[in-house]
């Protein structure tokens, strides 16, 4: 349980199972959502899809290796086969995880996007429909939306440039 293989292998075989269920949510949201939730209908459409694309990251393009308790680890996904660097794939998915979308918004510019920020956009979007159609807020809202994807997307830039010397990091898990 603890090789590289097994996990792969694992991940892989979750995929299989997910990826239908994947499938079944994107019918249900696009098909079978009732006229009168027609409003939140993109905004879930949204969170499903990003939800969907970091299940696909971390169990087909990355699959993560972790090393505990050192918070270290590599990857064994497609990705590494195509030679994609390390520390872009971990961007990818950090940004995916702590991300902003809102690429299929009608109200919002199409951007880059990611998981936490779709919540985000859920919570607003039912706060704008419910209580701020005809306030301040109407006016606000995109440049709220679009300063929180500049945000998600660009946070994690300095960790990216500023990777340690990876010689010194492994000496230091071959001694934990």
Not at 28 to 46: D, E, G, H, R, Y
Not at 57 to 86: C, H, Q, R
């Amino acid at each position: 349980m603890d090789t590289p293989e097994f996990v792969s292998t694992s991940l892989h075989i979750i995929t299989i199972f997910a990826t239908p269920f994947h499938i079944l949510g994107i019918y249900c949201i696009l098909f079978q959502t009732p006229k009168a939730m027609s409003s939140v209908k993109w905004a879930m459409f949204n969170f499903h899809f990003w939800c969907m694309l970091l299940d696909w990251s971390l169990t087909i393009l990355t699959v993560p290796f972790i090393l505990f308790p050192a918070m270290a680890g590599f990857p064994l996904g497609i990705l590494k086969d195509f030679g994609v660097p390390t520390d872009y794939q971990v961007y990818l998915i950090v940004t995916l995880i702590s991300g902003k979308s809102h690429l299929f918004c009608k109200c919002a510019p199409m951007t880059i996007t990611a998981v936490g920020a779709s919540m985000k956009f859920i919570f607003e979007n039912r706060y704008y429909i419910m209580f701020a159609r005809e306030t301040r807020w109407k006016h606000c809202r995109r440049l709220f939306l679009t300063i929180n994807m500049f945000l998600y997307a660009t946070f994690f830039i300095p960790a990216l440039i500023m990777v340690p010397d990876q010689e010194e990091g492994l000496k230091h898990i071959y001694k934990v």
